[in-house]
């Protein structure tokens, strides 16, 4: 069950308070994470300067580049102090192949193995310095593409940015919050996307960006730390943490992470942290410090995930299951975990603020909690078994408090405890199932597929497509068996919302393979005896297949022959004799006819003794 962006703030009713015109509007939100991608069209469409003494230089590997290579290029500028070189594309199979970036002794300054993009080297001492490429047997990727050189360093900075006020890399200490890793990104369009279709929970907030995790998504305790007093010294009225630190099964306020988060709290920033992503093992810190609000997963259908973190200390849930979202190059992708839970609540958070700027931190966290709701069902996939964190299969559990905390926010009876009058419409509850489950469905075209749309909570009749024509109505119970034939089957669910419900739309596909063999039948020969004169006989092989075919052959008295194209004749001889034809279909599944047994039997003209004669009779 995959939620997007416009599926996720439903669930938590930030869609209704939008009808308010409250959007976060210039609430000041600080994400500490991996860097944010500043220029994605969705955020905010930044630009960037470069500063430093930057020339062209061009110089690529090959495209792709050898297996068992080991190459290296020397560049030399004769007046450089240190030099610096900036790369389009770097891409190294992961963990196998490497480039080096060594000064003119050998040394090595800088490793990279993996995918990287538009980025610039540490400076090298010197005027010389050496790029080695080294891969393995196996497999070759694509290289590297550079277009820059550098005497020293080189910095960047964000401009023309509308809605990030400020940013910091406190892993490559300089100004540039860029984004290289991919999470940071995910966690802010979840905040603020302005797609008119996955917008984010509240996009009139401002973000301060700390970048605290590198590219591989890592950092440190002294990174995040930093982090927060930055947060604090540019005026956050939030800090929304996606990361974790050591996992605790309680409090955890002697943690340092936990200790920095209690102190900002203290200071009146609300800090919103993800529970972690392991299940019945704990609560990671920074999540677990007292005074946080510690956020679970629940997917689509409001069932708790199994991998959320539980413990007493975790307070809230929210959309955390295959959540599309913003990520690098512009581009979309969907990811999992309480990461992306923590920000839809650091998005209410913000519509809360601004429709109560004085409101504490304190203040906050009751009205979310006692505005929340429960969820539908509760699963577990890790546990502590023997002493270890140990993943097991999902399974369903009672819920408890500490699964659930206070429950799954809802943002618009927050608001209404706030004094706000909203007229709420209800998220109508459609189960659609194939096969007994809510998700796309490859089958073959022997199977039975079984098809049911219910009403759960709702008025009114919800409308079923196939392929774009009306198949039914679920009113509120709709079910159907079929069997289909190889192609592509687009179902959708449309309730046009009611009586206080608003409208759902759901699509789902079913992928029918081809795995019944072509059904062939032989025409000739028949099952009889054939009269010949001679030692042999031609008979016609004629048959008949119900389908396109890719090969066909037959087998004669045991032997199998060779490919025919078609109807064909078999030469035989006197005695019995049997025949099966065999034809393969374009999707490769094996037919064979039945067993066709016939017959030859030679016979001679002529008669015994006084010379005998041959007559015609009339």
Known sequence: VKASLHDSV?????????????TGKDIRICILDSGINYKHLAIDNCTSQEIGEIESYVLESPHPYPANYNYTWIISRPGFSNISLHFVNLSVEEGYDFLYIKDENDTIWQTFSGNY???WTVPVPGNTVKINLVSDWYMSWYGFYMDKIANGSVSRIMKDCKRIVAGYDFVNEDADPMDDDGHGTHVAGI???????????????KLLIGKVLDSNGEGNYSQVIAGIDWCLNNSAQIISLSLGGDLYSGTCDEDLLAQAVNSAVENGVIVVAAAGNEGACG????????????????DKNRNVVGFSGRGGELDLLAPGDAINSTYLDNRWIKMSGTSMAAPHVTGAVALLLEANSSLSPFEVKNILEESAYMPEKCFESYRIIGGQCVEIDEEEVACTNQITGAGIINVSRALEILGFNLSIEKVPRIEFLINGVENNLTVGNDEEVNITVRILEGEGEAEIYENGKLIGYASPYFSVVKIYEPGIYNLTVYYPGSAGYLSFFKSLFIFVEDVKPPEITILSPKNKTYYTSYSTISIPLTFSVNEETSWVTYSLDGSLNLTISGNTTIKVGNGSHNIIVYAKDLAGNLGSSKRIYFSVKRISWGGGGGGGCRCLLR
């Open 117 to 119: 993009k538009d980025i």
């Open 191 to 205: 905040i603020i996307s302005n797609d008119s279709y996955s917008r984010g929970v509240a996009l009139g907030a």
């Open 283 to 298: 609560i990671r810190t920074p999540a677990c410090a007292s005074k946080a609000i510690a956020v679970g997963a629940i």
């Open 10 to 22: 439903s669930l938590i009713y930030a869609n209704q308070v939008w009808k308010t015109n409250l």
